[in-house]
């Protein structure tokens, strides 16, 4: 089981914190591959703890759906099929819809403003080819409607669905989806329809947003299936 020596560790965590952080960062990037064995004593000698948190760790990580524990046997990533896009998207985009509309009612100008911000911020970061920066603000304007919607169900849901389409991404492009300005358009019209309270309008256009990656992440599946 290869494991990167060199990485940055995040600080002020407790060793059970750092294992399930670190573990989880190899499984989305795809340096610990679907199906691979994860063998707790060279996790711990790597993240330098012991092997009781290493076994927190996963306890945590397969409630996440991340790996698959076998008691007494082994502990493996578990695998992601191509088919999984058409679970995952529809059911983030109803999320999303639905915090949307619960924004829509209570959210205020400095609010706005953030999401117009984080926007900007996205747009900039599409127009100067940063993908993953890219990725990231996209992930912060939708975190930041889910936020202001003060639901907590809503955002448990969509962090553990969000952890699995950036796995997706890496596993399969060994890259995020390239960002366009369409989503930068639309990210506009939510926003105006967040400003006017318009809870059917922003619900639609929401779902549109989610959902429209879905059909450009099967575009590239295709595509890079012909070229292999």
Avoid: C
Avoid at 1 to 9: A, I, L, R, Y
Avoid at 11 to 20: C, F, G, N, P, Y
Avoid at 46 to 75: C, D, H, N, W
């Amino acid at each position: 089981m290869p494991v990167p020596k060199n990485f940055s560790s995040p600080v002020r965590m407790t060793a059970k914190e750092r294992a399930l952080s670190q573990i989880q960062r190899w499984i989305i990037d795809g340096t610990l591959q679907p199906g691979e064995k994860l063998i707790d004593a060279e996790l711990a000698e790597s993240l330098a703890v012991s092997r009781t948190p290493i076994r927190e760790a996963f306890q945590l990580l397969e409630v996440q759906g991340l790996v698959s524990m076998y008691p007494g046997k082994e502990t493996r990533v578990s695998n992601i099929q191509k088919s999984d896009i058409f679970h995952l998207y529809p059911t983030l985009a109803s999320l999303h819809a639905l915090a949307a509309e619960y924004t829509a009612n209570n959210i205020l100008p400095e609010q706005i403003e953030k999401l117009r911000e984080l926007n900007i911020q996205f747009k900039k970061a599409i127009e100067s080819g940063q993908p993953y920066q890219a990725m990231e603000l996209d992930e912060q304007f939708h975190n930041l409607i889910i936020e202001i919607s003060e639901n907590p169900y809503i955002a448990s849901f969509s962090e553990s669905l969000q952890i699995h389409i950036r796995r997706f991404k890496y596993v399969f492009l060994k890259q995020p989806i390239k960002e366009t300005l369409n989503s930068v358009n639309e990210h506009e019209s939510i926003i105006t329809a967040l400003e006017n309270k318009d809870v059917q309008r922003v619900s639609e256009l929401m779902k549109q947003n989610v959902i429209r990656p879905m059909h450009e992440l099967t575009k590239l599946l295709k595509e890079k299936e012909n070229n292999e």
